[in-house]
């Protein structure tokens, strides 16, 4: 499903250069549960973007799901990212002026792999699924961190991609939020879905298929 | 609709107050865009159908006399469609105790029959009985006088006459009689008999039967004419052509409106510039919703769409908003130019086309202004986007300005740290400094350019060293007149003149004077003037040259002049400023024709106050009377002078109205920059305040940062005052009126902004301050 290939990423800063990243070589393979974990700045986002396209590499190459995504261009790597990936943030970044339901419908809108009519039915049908039906027309400044999170898991799936990508999920949730957190994506890989998460959680070997541990730029422990 | 057309409508509405001020500001650009423009279309329409529904003459003859042989032999060719016999004759008014006015009379022979150039009555009588005289609508002013008044009226050869004014007519082909300081006057020809005149008719007004708007037709048809007329054995004494189908002032309406327009569109541009400042911050303030947008999906395009729709938003909003107002003020505006005109608006109906180029250039406008904050912030990297930077990851401190502005100052004082927030959003900044420093420049390039004028004027009457012209109907014995003036007290000096015309490929006045004349001291730009014992010596003003390529300094020229030719030798140019074409000639050339004679009379006096000029002009009247003179027409040269200042006036009015939008667009701008400013800093002042700021230095720091950007901007619009002010200003001039302008700086334009513009920041900049200063603690650390 995913294919790293000596995937480096060096950025340049005002103090010199920085490598986040040092030859990755990494294979996830489909429908898998995947805990990518490491310290802050250990290079864990780094590595979900690479595997997003919300980053390319510096050296090296990248496919997903049989797509060599480090060589498209920024458009099609949105469209490519639309109808195949889902995100999820830390900090949830759902858009403050659209409703729940509009949220989750946005990336409907973007791919238009749906008929215009069957996106709002869509959406409420995925808000439903992860408990957060009842606040569908409701704006994210009015919910609460754990149905916000709950929202963009849901935005997440909305063009059912085979992959979702999570940085740091839970880290602005607290404990038992996240644990219901954790179990929603463990339903998703159990039926199929690739997920990939960074996190620095401690608990996170309860539901994941495989821990990926990230030093440094390096992969210590895969 | 989809999610992203809400996100779009949404945003725009929680942005609202700073919405509300750039949409107000672009509806000030197109509402002045649609009011001139609503004018132009309905002036142009307005001016041209109310003088064609006067089926006005395609050419007017002069000729000796006119009889009915005449007028049946020149309709026989089948090109003429009409020959209307009428008559112009030169005379004096006067109304009351009040003094002699220039009138012009117009003799029509059948007033219920009048076909060609019509009148149309406004109110008293009509037609006009014997014994009484109609009066042009705006010339009551000129007057004095109203409806029933009695009047004396006194023509070149004529008596003097009494008459009742028994009505008013509007003739819309006259230039405005408030301008000419001239009174036109409508008689008939038993009328111009009991005024002592020979009941005869010296005019025709011609009307071609086919392609009435083909000039170059016209004039075929009239040559044909002017043949007919001379093979009948009379003569032609002159033939005017006017532009078929224009009404005499819409060249200078469509020039003023045509500057009015560029302006319009000027100010929509400057008005397209907060749309970038809104939505540069916009976008900055959301570029990490662009990162989670893209991160989700959202191709460059489909992004850039919602901000591009927000623009879209704009420009709807600002044309609901600025076509009624545009409506409002192009109807101020044509009552204004109609009467400025002396003509009748019969509908203010705004054509179609009007209304979608206003629609269209409303809502373009944003759109081009939003496509590089919109494009810029849509395309940056997803990474870039989703980081803590975005759009805004310069900060203050890394460029070497920065460092030098550190040094201003040296210790912390609130005015440093205002003049350096000032300059923490560069391109804000200089955006808004662009808007308002153009205000400035405008105020004072329309303060200068009215200096200016004032000057070139100055210049140009203070060559005349005379306060009184006296104009004779024919030539004088200069002995008798002389007599005459001798016996007039006030007078210091006194030149007989004379005025004819002359021409070379066009006619222009000839200035007969003597060489060494006292009256008149023109400014030489080139060669040198009349000296005494010139013969063929000619000095042609810049005019004149300008417009006969022959006229050059050293060039010999054959010129007509009273009916013959003559070999003449430029020696001269003589610069006249607002002048028609003239040239000088030594007066011993028309003693020659008309020995001892002269028809124009100049005078100095000891007083040239109005009063003063009065008394010598009734005194002098009457003393030219006893002489068996009779002047046709007198001005003063304060009236001459009067007369400049109204041309003049409307040109003033027309840049302090410009200079006033486009400044009230600038404290506009100021405004959402100062906004937007408050809104990025919140989190800071929020620290400032947990620092022990308290509300009101917060509020004095924002104020003092908006009038920073004033002063800022009134130093620009000062630096480039002068330069500007003297290109346009002379340009504008030119255009206008053919002239160039004796430049001067207005020292006073300077003071005035500044107060201005420190009072328009500082007001610009209360709301946001006070809005900042009322904010908590909590609030504003809250702020991300």
Redesign the interface.
């Known amino acids: 499903m995913i294919s790293l290939h000596q995937v480096s990423k060096t950025y340049e800063t005002p103090a010199g250069k920085f490598a986040a990243l040092k030859s990755i070589n990494l294979n996830i393979e489909a429908g898998q549960f995947v805990g990518i974990v490491g310290k802050s700045g250990s290079g864990k986002s780094t590595l979900l ?1 690479m595997v ?1 396209g ?2 390319r590499p510096s050296s090296g190459s990248v496919a997903v799901a049989g797509t060599e995504i480090h060589g498209l261009s ?2 099609k790597l ?2 490519w ?3 195949n ?3 999820v ?1 830390q900090f949830f ?1 759902l ?4 409703t729940a339901a ?2 989750v ?3 409907m ?3 238009k792999v749906l008929p ?1 009519r069957e996106r709002r039915k869509r959406a409420v049908d995925l808000l439903e699924r992860v408990a957060v039906g009842a606040q569908a027309d409701k704006l994210p400044a009015t919910l609460s961190g754990g149905e916000q999170q709950r929202v963009a898991i849901a ?2 799936l ?2 059912q991609p085979s992959l979702v990508l999570a940085d740091e999920p839970t880290g602005n949730l607290d404990s038992v939020t996240a644990r219901a957190i954790l179990d929603l994506f463990r339903d998703m890989a159990d039926q199929g879905t690739t997920v990939v998460i960074a996190t620095h959680e401690a608990d996170i070997a309860r539901v994941i298929d495989r821990r990926i541990e990230i030093s440094d730029g390096t992969l210590v422990n895969q | 609709m ?3 057309w ?2 779009a409508i ?2 725009f509405w ?1 942005e609202r107050a700073r919405t509300a001020l750039v949409v107000l500001a672009i509806a000030l650009g197109i509402s002045a865009f649609a009011a001139v423009l609503s004018s132009y279309a309905i002036l142009t329409r307005e001016l041209d159908l109310g003088y064609l529904a006067t089926n006005p003459a395609s050419a007017v003859i002069r000729v000796d006399t006119v009889d009915d042989d005449l007028v049946r032999a020149i309709l026989q060719n089948p090109e003429v469609s009409d020959a209307e016999p009428r008559r112009t004759i030169s005379g004096q008014i006067k109304a009351g105790p009040v003094q002699w006015r220039n009138l012009i009379l117009f003799v029509v022979h059948d007033y219920g029959n009048i076909r060609v150039s019509r009148l149309v009555p406004e109110s008293g009588a009509w037609p006009p009985a014997n014994g009484e005289i109609l009066i042009e609508r705006d010339a009551f002013q000129v007057a004095k006088a109203k409806i029933g008044d009695a009047v004396k009226v006194k023509t070149a050869n004529g008596v003097e006459q009494p008459l009742v004014i028994s009505g008013s007519v509007h003739d819309v082909g006259q230039a405005q009689a408030r301008m000419e300081n001239i009174v036109y006057g409508y008689i008939n020809l038993a009328t111009l008999v009991q005024l002592g005149e020979d009941p005869k008719l010296n005019q025709l007004n011609i009307l071609v039967a086919q392609n009435r708007f083909d000039e170059e037709h016209i004039k075929r048809v009239i040559a044909n004419v002017e043949n007919v007329i001379k093979s009948r054995g009379h003569q032609v004494l002159r033939t005017e052509v006017p532009r078929p189908g224009k009404h005499p002032h819409s060249d200078l309406m469509g020039i003023l409106l045509l500057a009015m327009s560029s302006f319009g569109l000027f100010v929509l541009v400057l008005s397209g510039i907060l749309v970038i400042n809104l939505l540069t911050a916009m976008m900055a303030s959301q570029v ?2 662009i990162g ?11 992004i850039a769409r919602i901000y591009f729709g927000q623009a879209l938003f704009l420009g709807i909003a600002a044309v609901i908003v600025s076509v009624p107002l545009g409506i409002i003020g192009s109807r101020a505006l044509c009552r204004y130019m109609a009467y400025f005109l002396n003509f009748d608006i019969n509908s203010f109906a705004v054509p179609l086309w009007v209304y979608v180029l206003v629609a269209l250039v409303g809502i373009a406008a944003p759109l081009i202004a939003a496509a590089i904050p919109v494009l810029r912030g849509a ?1 940056v ?3 870039v986007a ?1 980081s803590n930077f975005g759009l805004s990851r310069t900060t203050f401190g890394a460029s070497a300005f920065d460092r030098a502005l550190t040094r201003i100052g040296g210790t912390f004082s609130l005015i440093v740290l205002a003049l350096r927030n000032s300059f923490r959003r560069r391109v804000r900044l200089a955006l808004t400094l662009l808007t308002l420093s153009a205000g400035g420049l405008f105020f004072m390039l329309a303060l200068n350019v009215r200096a200016s004028m004032i000057n070139t004027l100055d210049h140009m009457f203070a060559e005349r060293k005379f306060d009184l012209s006296v104009s004779f109907a024919n030539p004088y014995e200069l002995e008798k007149i002389e007599r005459a003036v001798s016996n007039t007290p006030g007078i210091t000096r006194a030149e007989g003149w004379f005025i004819t015309e002359g021409s070379l490929t066009n006619r222009f006045s000839v200035v007969s004077l003597p060489a060494d004349t006292q009256l008149l001291d023109p400014e030489i730009i080139e060669g040198r003037n009349l000296a005494p014992g010139d013969t063929d010596a000619i000095v042609v003003n810049n005019a004149l040259a300008g417009r006969e390529p022959k006229m050059r300094v050293g060039e010999t020229v054959v010129l007509r002049i009273a009916d013959a030719e003559s070999t003449w030798h430029v020696v001269g140019i003589a610069r006249e400023a607002f002048s028609p074409a003239v040239a000088y000639i030594p007066l011993s050339f028309m003693q020659q024709l008309y020995p001892g004679r002269v028809n124009s009379l100049r005078l100095a006096l000891m007083n040239n106050d109005w009063d003063a000029i009065s008394v010598v002009r009734t005194d002098l009247d009457r003393n030219l009377e006893q002489v068996g003179v009779r002047a046709r027409s007198s001005a003063s040269t304060s009236e001459s002078r009067f007369a400049f200042d109204e041309h003049m006036l409307m040109i003033y009015v027309f840049l302090i109205v410009m200079s006033a939008i486009i400044g009230g667009v600038g404290g506009l701008g100021l405004m959402t920059t100062m906004s937007l400013n408050v809104f990025e800093r919140r989190r800071e002042m929020g620290i400032m305040r947990s620092l022990g700021a308290t509300p009101r230095v917060v509020w004095l720091m924002i104020v003092a940062e908006g009038v920073a950007i004033g002063v800022l901007s009134w130093t620009i619009a000062a630096l480039l005052a002068w330069p500007i002010s003297k290109v346009l200003g002379n340009l504008l001039v030119r255009v206008i009126f053919r002239s160039g302008l004796d430049f001067t700086f207005e020292p006073l334009a300077l003071l005035i902004w500044m107060l201005v513009s420190i009072g328009l920041s500082g007001l610009a900049s209360f709301l946001p301050a006070w809005r900042a200063s009322r904010a908590t603690v909590r609030e504003a650390l809250a702020y991300e």
């Open positions: 973007n997003a919300i980053d920024e458009n949105a469209l990212r639309g109808r990936v889902g995100f943030f970044q858009l403050p002026t659209l509009e949220n419908m946005l990336p809108d973007f791919a215009f935005r997440a909305a063009n | 989809n999610t992203l809400r996100k949404r945003d929680h990490r919703q989670v947008m893209k991160a989700i999906g959202g191709t460059r395009w489909q395309g990297p997803v990474r989703l």
